[in-house]
């Protein structure tokens, strides 16, 4: 079992940047893909990016693309979300997720097996 915490959340003005960051603990993490998604308040949780197992491929949702870049780094168990150009509609709960799969990037919530506890993000105007 994986278990992941996430971190580098806060509080940042339109326009600026933040880097988060998904520890994972546990020996299968590089076989792994990894996915990051938010949720807002009154809002399902949605897809923000994906990277695979190997880090060769990586998915967004359109409304990141551009401005977010999904990396891992396979040595440290780590998976990064960097956020450039923030917009006050990207505030949400941002969550850091895993999936036993070597297949494509999981773009879906039930691609995914397990789960961090997410960091708070939010973007003033």
């Known amino acids: 079992q994986v278990q992941l915490a996430e971190s580098g959340g806060g509080l940042v003005q339109a326009g600026g940047s933040l880097r988060l960051s998904c520890a994972a603990s546990g020996r299968t993490f590089s076989n792994n893909g990894m996915g990051w998604f938010r949720q807002a308040p009154g809002k399902e949780r949605e897809f923000v990016a994906g990277?695979?197992?190997?880090?060769?491929?990586?998915s967004y949702a359109d409304s990141v693309k551009g401005r977010f870049t999904i990396s891992r780094d396979n040595a440290k168990n780590t998976v990064y979300l960097q956020m450039n150009s923030l917009k006050p509609e990207d505030t949400a709960v941002y969550h850091c997720?895993?999936?036993?799969?070597?297949?494509?990037?999981?773009?879906?919530?039930?691609?995914?097996?397990?789960w961090g506890q997410g960091t708070q993000v939010t973007v003033s105007s």
């Open positions: 997720a895993g999936r036993a799969s070597r297949l494509r990037v999981g773009i879906k919530l039930d691609e995914y097996d397990y």
């Open positions: 990277i695979s197992w190997s880090g060769g491929s990586t």
